[in-house]
């Protein structure tokens, strides 16, 4: 991808989540010191995160093909789609931090529910950042499948086509299927001998600076599990009740929600080692005003995990499907016809050849920038995160362990 389109990508995601931003920002600015409790001004601002919350939602899940900035897109579950899910994440993201700090008194941090809620969130962002290195991971195996997908198409497109092409096609794709199944009952991280943790290494060698950047990219221990990560992550997700569903409760469990739901979709979408039971895992609240479109796309997604998983489906990913399908079907074409290949098995191999050539475009257009964007919101919730804590920690009051500072 090139880096202008990244670009636009990114500028998009914080055009569309800067609206109470800039409102608070402006509101800060002139105004004297920061309220110590709800006014009416905060209020319109709550109300505006659930709004904006769930029409961003409800357009992907009315609209699949559609990106956010009205241009075309991909099918459910598609590469495509799943960018725009990060993009919906990161303007989420973006509202939630002005709502919760700016113009805040950070006293109020260091009372109840708050004092409990933000350490919450915080661990939630580490597990997300945990989730970020497991995917970027999974997308390197996507690649490899790819790259034999390419080779067999490579094979495919020469003029002539024999025994000895077809045998070298059959051998590329079975390697492919083989590796999807490794993959789906272990998970592409699994390969990692040791656990690598987001906010440091074991040892404290400190040559990393000089290392490529992609080292900074690390995996997660052969025991990590994606289905027990999300379990622990909406664990504690309670919704506010009584008083504090009118106060800052609400946006904090907004966000958690999103954070958690987010993660659940690449799990279900990008293999991921130990998913079993996914669709059980995490269930959200249907009585509160901005849920529906995300239950929505919970449910579709859950109703396609469930068909999936009784096949041991690799992911839900539109073109890991697309992928696997045809290949078994070429897989099958090659080691069937006879030889010298008759016309009619001929049309048969160049449309799946056709077919495969443009899953593997796809996912040479999209599996790169996907990272990309997976890293984006890994240094999002970096940043995040130490501007939170920062502002708790104006306060001078300890609420927080001393291990959510390091």
Same mark, same amino acid.
């Given at each position: 991808?090139? *880096? *202008? ?22 509101? +800060?600015?002139?105004? %004297? ?20 919350? %769930? ?10 093909? *559609? ?28 509202e ?38 497991a ?19 490579? +094979? ?8 000895g ?7 590329a ?60 992550? %909406? ?16 946006? +904090? ?22 998913? %079993? ?8 609240p249907?009585?509160?005003?901005w849920?529906?479109?995300?239950i ?20 839900l990913?539109d ?18 016809v ?19 050539s ?9 599996? +790169? ?38």
């Open positions: 991808m090139p *880096t *202008t389109e990244y670009q636009r990508s990114s500028s998009r995601s914080a055009f569309l989540g800067r609206s109470i931003l800039s409102f608070r920002r402006n509101q +800060v600015a002139v105004s %004297s010191p920061p309220p110590s409790s709800m006014d009416s001004e905060d209020t319109h601002d709550l109300e505006l995160f659930q709004k904006h919350t %769930s029409e961003r939602f409800l357009h992907l899940s009315n609209d699949p093909t *559609t990106s956010l900035d009205g241009g075309g897109g991909d099918n459910f579950l598609s590469l495509g789609w799943l960018r725009n899910l990060l993009d919906v994440f990161l303007c989420c993201e973006a939630f931090k002005a709502v919760l700090i700016l113009g805040r008194d950070p006293s109020q941090f260091v009372k109840p529910p708050l004092d409990r809620l933000i350490p919450e969130l915080l661990d939630r962002a580490v597990k997300a950042l945990d989730f970020c290195n995917i970027t991971n999974s997308i390197d195996s996507i690649l490899h499948w790819q790259q034999l997908a390419l080779l067999a198409v490579s +094979v495919l497109e020469q003029d002539l086509i024999g025994e092409q077809l045998g070298r096609v059959r051998k794709l079975t390697s492919l299927v083989a590796s999807m199944a490794v993959d789906d009952k272990d998970g592409s991280s699994a390969k990692t001998p040791e656990r690598n943790w987001s906010f440091g290494r074991r040892g404290g060698n400190n040559s990393a600076a000089n290392q490529n950047p992609r080292s900074f990219w690390w995996g997660v221990s052969r025991n990590w599990s994606a289905s027990k990560q999300i379990q622990s992550m %909406s664990a504690n997700l309670v919704v506010p009740r009584g008083g504090e569903s009118t106060g800052l409760a609400l946006p +904090v469990y907004m966000m958690s929600t999103v954070l958690v739901f987010v993660m659940w979709v690449f799990v279900a979408a990008i293999p991921c080692q130990d998913r %079993s039971g996914l669709s059980n895992h995490f269930q959200i249907r009585q509160l005003s849920t529906g479109p995300i929505g796309l919970q449910d579709r997604i859950s109703d396609e995990w469930k068909k999936k998983e009784k096949k041991g489906s690799v992911g990913l073109e890991i499907q697309r992928l696997e399908k045809c290949s078994e079907a070429l897989i099958e074409l090659a080691g069937t006879p030889y010298p290949v008759e016309a009619e098995q001929m049309e048969e191999i160049r449309a799946r050849t056709n077919e495969l443009e899953i593997c475009r796809k996912m040479e257009e999209g599996l +790169v920038p996907l990272q990309r964007q997976v890293r984006e919101v890994f240094h999002r919730i970096v940043r995040s995160r130490a501007e939170v804590l920062g502002f708790v920690d104006s306060t001078g009051l300890v609420i927080l362990p001393h291990s959510y500072f390091s």
